[in-house]
């Protein structure tokens, strides 16, 4: 039974990022029909959120193991969702619609490095003070 548990945990983690970044998918509807809003911000606040559970892994005991399956495969895999970005960059470059594909594919890209990078940062900001 003790095998069973992570997969019910990543699952469940897994259920609750599938259902916010759907939601976050019907507010970026809200700005923009064309633009995959939703997605951007799915994916830009799912490498945040995987910065901060990254380094506080790394650096504290605060985190168990269950709690960065929970978090770190569960939440942020299933927040994130880099086959529906492949989809939508490939629908604006069938559209040939170039700026708008080069410009989502460096904003989330290099976006999703930069709150990388911005999560493990403030981890290490409150764990010095």
């Avoid at 997605?39 to 959120?49: E, I, S």
Wanted: with cysteine; glycine share 12%.
């Amino acid at each position: 039974m003790k095998t069973v548990m992570p997969f019910i945990v990543v699952g469940a983690g897994g259920f609750i990022g599938s259902a916010l970044r759907f939601g976050l998918s019907l507010l970026g509807q809200r700005f923009s029909l064309t633009f995959p809003h939703g997605t951007l911000w799915a994916n830009l606040l799912g490498c945040l959120v995987l910065g901060v559970v990254t380094a506080l892994a790394a650096k504290t005991e605060v985190l168990s193991p269950t709690m960065r399956l929970l978090l770190a495969t569960g939440l942020c895999g299933g927040f994130t969702t880099m086959s529906t970005f492949t989809y939508e960059m490939f629908k604006f470059a069938q559209a040939t619609e170039y700026l708008y594909a080069s410009g989502y594919f460096l904003l989330t890209v290099v976006g999703c490095a930069a709150m990388f990078c911005l999560g493990m940062m403030a981890v290490n900001l409150v764990a010095k003070g």
